[in-house]
């Protein structure tokens, strides 16, 4: 599991950081809001620790401009703020968990693995984007009348590709979410199973294609909107 801690107190960010490495998590530190969002937005972790008071751009901004781009990566907030309208506006901005500092350390690790299951209900049922239509449960990807069923990896990469439709999608985040931080495997495996996942939209029928953009990454496009 991939964490990014969001918190411009540098004590209190290595803390939280040396508390997750601890628990098993693989753990990265932004100290302002814009570094945050840039690496909130790549979609290759699978929870954010978000300050409220941060530098370039507040928390409950960043988690505002998140949520509207669809990422819906967990997000456990943190302020200083024990007011109830402060709490109240950041679950409505899309936090799912709310915690006000200070804090004891065992607390802290309880809300973090409370979010992290919590990212297994984000994924809903079935996933659309144009005329396709993904059943992760099942691995079948359907266009109209035609359907197929996808392989582990292919359907973790098109579900990643469908649920981030909106941004573009880096070799980086697929190595890592569909093979793994240890993986021996490159780049070319990466191209290997969009090349798969290509021809089976071409079977499909679809108007959804992959698109490459160049040193960036991969994102879909519906060639009739």
């Not at 960010?13 to 937005?41: Q, V």
């Not at 988690?63 to 109240?88: E, I, S």
């Not at 490159?186 to 290509?198: C, H, K, M, P, T």
């Amino acid at each position: 599991m991939r964490i990014l801690i969001i918190e411009d107190e540098a004590r209190l960010a290595d803390t939280l950081a040396d508390m997750a490495s601890m628990e098993g998590y693989t753990a990265e530190i932004c100290r302002d809001g814009e570094t945050g969002l840039d690496n909130a937005l790549s979609g290759i972790f699978d929870a954010l620790v978000l300050d409220v008071m941060l530098p370039r751009l507040d928390g409950f901004t960043l988690l505002k401009r998140l949520r509207a781009q669809g990422v819906q990566t967990p997000v456990l907030m943190l302020t200083a703020r024990g007011d109830l309208n402060d709490r109240v506006h950041g679950l409505d901005l899309g936090a799912d968990y709310y915690l006000t500092k200070p804090f004891e350390n065992a607390e802290f690790l309880a809300c973090l693995r409370a979010v992290i299951r919590r990212q297994g209900e984000i994924t809903p049922e079935q996933i659309t984007f144009g005329d396709l239509s993904l059943t992760p449960a099942s691995g079948a990807l359907r266009c109209g009348e035609h359907a197929l069923t996808l392989s582990a990896r292919e359907l973790e990469i098109m579900r990643l590709l469908m649920m981030n439709h909106s941004t573009i999608v880096s070799k980086e985040t697929l190595l890592i979410k569909v093979w793994g931080y240890d993986t021996d495997a490159g780049d070319n495996n990466v191209e290997a199973y969009i090349s798969f996942l290509r021809k089976k939209l071409m079977l499909l029928r679809s108007s959804v294609v992959i698109s490459v953009v160049r040193r960036l990454g991969y994102r879909l496009e519906d060639e009739t909107a």
